[in-house]
């Protein structure tokens, strides 16, 4: 990862934007639907540090290298954060290509080296995020109080939301219907978690782009993750950042029995077939077990 992506809030922040051109109108409409203040500031101004007070990040835009220098330094000097367009050496950081979802925000950056490639990704993924993400968003953002003081143990309370996400509440809230996804959520919320945990087996052995959508979504989801020691790299890279990881020798039955009774999704990264001795412990429990790909002998 060469660079870190990180979003920053946008209520309350102040946008400068200096300069003139389409340029400049492209970085203001990037704030159109935002929170955040927007000053235009062009000339002269733009070249004074106090132009850029308060200002949270600041774009400056202009065919004249000397004045981007210049303007760039000035909002540096007031605190802001950096962007010059198309000079790289000048920026704090590089403007991704945005999907704009209200309260779910999606970023493609490539570091400033094809903009285009990033716009290309953009529209490719923009189709598979519903329009109603935001609303799905913004009404787990207005129980998340109340979700964790009714679900103080994090597998229960990822269980739970994991449910809602996909449960009536999430798609009423897609469709617009943000009353009736407010009583849904606080009926299921009352209720507590429903589903129980999993143990899924995934193949490991690579190379990754074999494995199939199931599985590659089930690493995604994964609350733990358990990995032999040869398992390829590129598929654990699949798996979610967050994910506690288990050693091999302390994944027993037991304890995968344990992890999915409490609500976690468990997968088992193998190089080889499942044990049968471990499938007929978890069966024996009653713990649901989804066996993906097995890695085939090599």
Request: aromatic share 4%.
């Amino acid at each position: 990862m060469d660079a870190f992506p990180a979003f920053i809030p946008l209520h309350g922040a102040t946008v400068v934007i200096a300069g003139s051109g389409e340029a400049a109108e492209a970085k203001a409409r990037l704030f159109e639907s935002s929170p955040a203040t927007v000053v235009r500031i062009e000339g002269p101004a733009a070249l004074i540090a106090g132009a850029y007070a308060g200002a949270t990040l600041a774009f400056i835009a202009t065919d004249d290298d000397i004045f981007a220098q210049a303007a760039a330094q000035a909002a540096r000097a007031a605190g802001a954060w950096v962007n010059v367009v198309d000079r790289l050496a000048l920026c704090d950081f590089t403007t991704p290509s945005v999907i704009d979802r209200g309260e779910v925000v999606a970023a493609i950056g490539t570091g400033g080296a094809s903009p285009m490639l990033a716009a290309m990704l953009r529209n490719d993924i923009e189709q598979r995020v519903p329009e109603g993400a935001g609303r799905v968003a913004a009404l787990f953002r207005k129980h998340q109080d109340e979700v964790r003081k009714a679900l103080p143990d994090l597998p229960a309370r990822r269980a739970f939301l994991r449910e809602a996400l996909a449960g009536p509440a999430a798609q009423a809230a897609q469709a617009g219907d943000m009353e009736a996804a407010t009583r849904l959520f606080l009926e299921g919320l009352a209720k507590g978690p429903m589903a129980q945990g999993k143990v899924q087996f995934v193949a490991g052995r690579g190379p990754a782009d074999l494995l199939t959508l199931r599985a590659s979504r089930a690493l995604a989801a994964a609350d733990v993750l358990v990995a032999d020691t040869d398992a390829d790299p590129d598929i654990l890279s699949l798996a979610r950042r967050d994910a506690e990881r288990l050693a091999p020798d302390a994944a027993t039955p037991d304890r995968l029995i344990a992890l999915a009774a409490s609500g976690l999704r468990v997968v088992r990264v193998i190089c080889g077939p499942p044990s049968d001795a471990d499938l007929q412990a978890l069966a024996a429990a009653g713990a649901a077990t989804e066996v993906l790909s097995a890695a085939p002998d090599r």
